[in-house]
Every structure is written in structure tokens, then in C-alpha cells.
């Protein structure tokens, strides 16, 4: 009975998709070019993910994984490993909302899709990674590249069943610059400050950029963006983030990042002035922030032909 109660509940999803689908959303979508792997023994995570790194752009295949995402000990991967090599990888990593709707859109906007399914019933569970690559709504059929299938056709109600068993856990994984369409903000950003400690600066701020763009109201987001031109040696673009962010939300980190930059840049006028809201902003920055107006003025008493100190910008 309990079991009966279950299934009951995984189906709504499904019944509520096919009763009203998200407006726009394509009868039918297959992203054929994602490409296919067989999995060996128990290396359906390794394989999955080589799949999606490829439809994103990135050469890897699944021997490359095997290391970073399989655990012999349980005889497959779990879902931080699986994170973590993906953004090893150089791809942003987003896990995506646990809802029918959203995979589809995620879809429909050419992103495929790792999901973690359970295969057989909760109290004997069996562990698959699979790969959404298409949906029919007509024939209530998601298509995946899974296992020994290249092209497996799975009710969309079986589906939901087995997925839910997972939680329904899936992610996306991009390149650089694209955003999956249904992450939320606070998702998204924690996956880029943690794709961030491990990219190269020029990607962490391209990936950086379009978010902002999406949210531009986002204080984390142009630290961030500030951050990842300072770290890529783009002084120009740092002070423009950093004077935006300072601006716009008035915080002392901010005014204090734009202060040490404006500093390096020899504008040592807006540098004081910068450094001067840091102090006065009295938060968690305002030691950094006295001392660096200090040493701006030190500077401004030195003759001209002295080069000014380099220090590096404060961090979130």
C-alpha cells in the first residue's frame, strides 16, 4: 500500500505536464548530436557524464572519468563526485529544479540532461545514471541515452517513478557563458563560486558575465564578476564591476576592492575617495579599508616618479 501511495504521487508530475504544458514548450525535441557512450559495469556515471561534457564542447570520454567519479567500494558515482569532475572539466555544473517541467525546458533549450534514477524499489534500490536527451509530449515518451541504449524510449509516467525514487536529482553541465534556463539565482551562484576556485580567470568571468546579465541586481554576482577580471588581470573591467556593485549596494568590500584597484591604476584621487566610503561603509572590511587609504596617501606625499605598491583586492 505504501508503495501504491508512492507511485500515486510520482505520476501527478506527469499528469500535470501533459494537462498543461509550460507555454512555448516544443510537442517534440531531440538533441541527436549529444554524443553516446556504452557504459561498462557499474560506470553509468562516468559515461553519463562524458556524454553531457560532450554536447558542451569538451573531449572527454569515459576512461578520462573513471578516477574522479567511481567509487569501487559501492560499485558507482555519487552526485557531488559527479559535480566536481564536471567542473574539473572546465564546465559550469548546475543542478536543475526536481521537476518534469524544468528538464523539458532544459531540453528544449539544447541542454541534455544527467539524472539519477533508481531502477527497482526503494527498499532494494538500483543506482542508474542516464541522459535526457528528448521528450515526445504527443506519445508521453522522454528520450534518453542510457546503459547499452542509445536511444531508449521511456514513458514519461515510468520515467517519473524511477526518478523520484533518485529524489530527482539532475544537473546540467555548460560551457562557460551559457546558463541552464531553470536554475534559480542562489543555485546558479553557488555554482559559480565553486566553479570559480578551479577555472581559469577568463573563464570563471565569462561565466560570471552572463549571469549578471540575467541578474543584474545580484551583489554576489558582480563581486564576482569584479573578482574574476581582477584574477584575469583586467584592471578596466574590475573597477567598472567594482564601482557598479559599490554603488548600487553601498558595501564596504566593494568600495574597498575599488579603492585597492583604482590604486594600481595610478588614479590615486578616486582611489582616496573610494577607500574613504570603505571606512565610512563600517563594516567587516574597515581595518583592510584604513589601511589602504592610508597607504593611498602615503603614496600621493611621494614624489612622482616612485611606482606605487601592488596589493591584491579583498575576496568575498
Not at 508512492?6 to 507555454?23: K, M, W
Not at 574590475?238 to 579603492?259: C, I, M, T, Y
Request: aromatic share 6%; with cysteine; net charge negative.
Amino acid at each position: 500500500m505504501l508503495l501504491m501511495a508512492l507511485l500515486a504521487g510520482c505520476a501527478s508530475q506527469t499528469r500535470a505536464l501533459l494537462e498543461a504544458p509550460p507555454a512555448g514548450l516544443p510537442q517534440q525535441v531531440e538533441l541527436e548530436r549529444t554524443p553516446y557512450f556504452e557504459q561498462d559495469d557499474y560506470q553509468c556515471g562516468p559515461a553519463s557524464l562524458s556524454m553531457v561534457l560532450g554536447a558542451a564542447g569538451f573531449d572527454t570520454r569515459p576512461e578520462d572519468l573513471i578516477g574522479r567519479v567511481f567509487v569501487p567500494g559501492r560499485q558507482g558515482s555519487l552526485q557531488i563526485e559527479m559535480i566536481a569532475a564536471a567542473r574539473g572539466q572546465g564546465a559550469v555544473a548546475v543542478p536543475i529544479p526536481g521537476h518534469l517541467d524544468a528538464l523539458l525546458k532544459e531540453l528544449a533549450a539544447g541542454h541534455p540532461v544527467v539524472v539519477l534514477q533508481n531502477l527497482s524499489l526503494p527498499i532494494s534500490p538500483v543506482w542508474h545514471y542516464a541522459v535526457a536527451i528528448g521528450y515526445d509530449l504527443d506519445r508521453r515518451e522522454l528520450l534518453l541515452r542510457s546503459g547499452p541504449e542509445h536511444r531508449q524510449r521511456l514513458a514519461l509516467s515510468t520515467f517519473e517513478h524511477t526518478w523520484a525514487r533518485g529524489e530527482h536529482w539532475a544537473f546540467v553541465a555548460l560551457a562557460p557563458g551559457q546558463l541552464p534556463v531553470t536554475a534559480t539565482e542562489a543555485e546558479l551562484t553557488a555554482a559559480l563560486v565553486a566553479f570559480e576556485r578551479g577555472a581559469p580567470p577568463r573563464e570563471a568571468h565569462r561565466a560570471y558575465e552572463s549571469a549578471a546579465a540575467r541578474w543584474p541586481d545580484s551583489y554576489v554576482l558582480a563581486i564576482g564578476l569584479g573578482n574574476t577580471a581582477y584574477a584575469a588581470g583586467d584592471r578596466a573591467s574590475a573597477a567598472e564591476a567594482f564601482r557598479a556593485a559599490a554603488l548600487q549596494h553601498g558595501d564596504g568590500a566593494a568600495w574597498h576592492n575599488l579603492a585597492v584597484v583604482m590604486r594600481e591604476l595610478g588614479r590615486l584621487d578616486e582611489a582616496e575617495q573610494a577607500a574613504r566610503q570603505a571606512v565610512e561603509a563600517d563594516g567587516p572590511w574597515e581595518a583592510q579599508a584604513r589601511a589602504e587609504l592610508e597607504r593611498i596617501r602615503s603614496l600621493r606625499k611621494r614624489p612622482p616618479a616612485e611606482p606605487a605598491e601592488t596589493t591584491g583586492a579583498a575576496r568575498r
